[in-house]
C-alpha cells in the first residue's frame, strides 16, 4: 500500500477545510430558479467531494469501493449543464457569485472546464483502485480547481 506524501496531505488538509465550510446549504427558491439551481448543485459536488478529501485526511477510513463511487457520482454531476445557472441576468439576488462573474464569462467558462477535466481524471484513478498516492493527488487537483474558481469569483458573503 502507498502512503500519500506528507506534502500532498497537508494541501489536502487545507482544502477539505475549505470544502467543508459552508454548512448552510440554499433550499431551492421558485423566485431565484438559476441561483438556486447552481447553488444547489455546488452542494452536491461538495456532498460528494467532501468524504473524499476526508478519506485522504484520515477522518474517516479509507474505502476504495467509496471513494471511486463518489468520484463516479462528481463525475455525473459535472456531465450536467450548471452553466445554465449563471445565465445573463442572473447576477442578483441570494448569491455569493461575484458580478466579475458575467464580466469575464469565458474565463469563468475555462474554470469550470477544468474542474470537468479534474473531476474525470480522479474518476479514472479512483476506479483503479489501489494508488492511493495518484488518487490523493487526483482529489487534491480538483480541489485545487475548486479553490481557483473560489479565489477569484465566489464571495465569502451574500453579495445583496
Ligand atoms: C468555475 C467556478 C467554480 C468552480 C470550479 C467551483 N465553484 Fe463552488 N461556487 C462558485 C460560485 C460562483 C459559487 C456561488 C454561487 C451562488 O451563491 O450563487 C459557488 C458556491 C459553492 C458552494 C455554496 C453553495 C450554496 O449552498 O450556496 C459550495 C459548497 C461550493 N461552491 C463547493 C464547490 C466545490 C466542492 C467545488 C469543486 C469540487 C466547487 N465549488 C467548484 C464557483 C465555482
Known amino acids: 500500500m502507498q502512503h500519500p506524501k506528507r506534502s500532498t496531505l497537508l494541501a489536502i488538509s487545507v482544502l ?4 467543508l465550510a459552508p454548512l448552510a446549504f440554499s433550499h431551492y427558491d421558485d423566485k431565484e430558479p438559476a441561483q438556486s439551481y447552481r447553488q444547489s448543485w455546488f452542494a452536491l459536488m461538495a456532498a460528494n467531494f467532501g468524504p473524499m478529501t476526508m478519506m485522504v485526511k484520515g477522518d474517516i477510513p479509507w474505502q476504495e469501493n467509496e471513494m471511486a463511487a463518489y468520484a463516479d457520482q462528481l463525475a455525473a454531476l459535472v456531465t450536467l449543464d450548471v452553466m445554465r445557472g449563471f445565465a445573463d441576468g442572473t447576477d442578483k439576488g441570494t448569491t ?65
Request: charged fraction near 30%; proline fraction near 3%; charge should be neutral.
Open 16 to 19: 477539505a477545510g475549505f470544502a
Open 96 to 160: 455569493r457569485a461575484k458580478p466579475e462573474i458575467w464580466e469575464n464569462k469565458p474565463d469563468f467558462t475555462a474554470k469550470m472546464d477544468d474542474l470537468t477535466k479534474a473531476v474525470n481524471a480522479l474518476q479514472t484513478v479512483a476506479n483503479q483502485g489501489t494508488d492511493r498516492k495518484a488518487i490523493a493527488e487526483g482529489v487534491a487537483a480538483t480541489g485545487q480547481a475548486c479553490k481557483a474558481c473560489h479565489d477569484e469569483y465566489k464571495s465569502k458573503d451574500y453579495l445583496y
